[in-house]
């Protein structure tokens, strides 16, 4: 099921409104300023999901996954390249902070940081939308991507199965960095994955075409 340019454009407008609250969210978490931004939108079958972050990472990646369940129902993943996690942590906790603390706090932060992020993305669902959906609770992971989007996971929170390519997903590329790193140009890149059944991408798109027309 393919999206109308203006189709993408509304789910961009979502996106970025719930990139604009995890920022927030983020900087008042660890007192200072974190930027968020949204380079890439691309709404692609589940194959071609997995081909996006294997062509642009080829190492053990970790994430942060979480299931939402009712009328929209798939399962959201925040991907972060594994050699970059520290880094994350690092750019979120202070450079003051040692090596082994660092590791020690990795999977408490990232889950910390998921949370955030995957329920502003979400959120911005329900902030104009009749859909209603609950989340579970977030869960930390390290594996390849294959298997973090492996499609049997997702399938454990659709009502309907299907083949792996006739399940959607929005791949969005996401760019993570304090305002220091702003003016070094650094950056941290990461992956915002949301795959969807077939049934719930059909509800989305009708929503998003109610949206429209009341404009």
């Given at each position: 099921m393919?999206?109308?340019?203006?189709?993408?454009d509304a789910?961009?407008?979502?996106?970025?409104?719930?990139l604009?609250?995890?920022?927030d969210?983020?900087?008042?978490?660890?007192?200072?300023?974190?930027?968020?931004s949204l380079?890439?939108?691309a709404?692609?079958s589940?194959?071609?999901?997995?081909?996006l972050v294997?062509?642009?990472e080829?190492?053990?990646?970790?994430?942060?996954?979480?299931?939402?369940?009712?009328?929209?129902?798939?399962?959201?993943l925040?991907?972060?390249?594994g050699?970059?996690s520290?880094e994350?942590?690092?750019t979120?906790?202070?450079?003051?902070?040692?090596?082994?603390?660092?590791?020690?706090?990795?999977?408490?932060?990232?889950?910390?940081?998921?949370?955030?992020i995957?329920?502003?993305?979400l959120?911005s669902?329900t902030?104009?939308?009749t859909?209603?959906f609950?989340?579970?609770?977030a869960?930390?992971?390290?594996a390849s991507?294959?298997?973090?989007?492996?499609?049997?996971?997702?399938?454990?929170?659709?009502?309907s199965?299907?083949?792996?390519?006739?399940?959607?997903?929005?791949?969005?590329?996401?760019?993570f960095?304090?305002a220091e790193?702003?003016?070094?140009?650094?950056?941290?890149?990461?992956?915002v994955?949301?795959?969807?059944?077939?049934?719930?991408?059909?509800n989305?798109?009708?929503e998003i075409?109610?949206?429209?027309?009341?404009?």
């Open positions: 393919e999206l109308s340019e203006l189709e993408q789910l961009k407008e979502f996106f970025n409104m719930g604009g609250m995890a920022a969210s983020l900087s008042k978490m660890v007192k200072k300023e974190i930027l968020l380079p890439q939108l709404v692609v589940h194959r071609e999901a997995v081909a294997e062509h642009k080829d190492e053990k990646l970790v994430a942060v996954r979480q299931i939402f369940l009712g009328e929209l129902c798939g399962t959201a925040l991907i972060f390249p050699g970059k520290l994350l942590v690092r979120l906790l202070g450079d003051d902070v040692p090596l082994e603390t660092l590791t020690e706090l990795e999977q408490e932060t990232l889950l910390d940081v998921g949370n955030v995957l329920n502003a993305f959120s669902f902030q104009m939308m859909i209603e609950e989340f579970e609770a869960e930390f992971l390290k991507c294959e298997a973090l989007l492996d499609i049997a996971s997702h399938r454990l929170s659709c009502s199965a299907s083949d792996d390519n006739s399940n959607q997903a929005f791949f969005l590329m996401m760019d960095k304090t790193d702003e003016l070094k140009h650094n950056s941290l890149r990461g992956y994955v949301l795959l969807f059944s077939k049934e719930a991408m059909a989305l798109k009708q075409a109610r949206i429209i027309s009341g404009l």
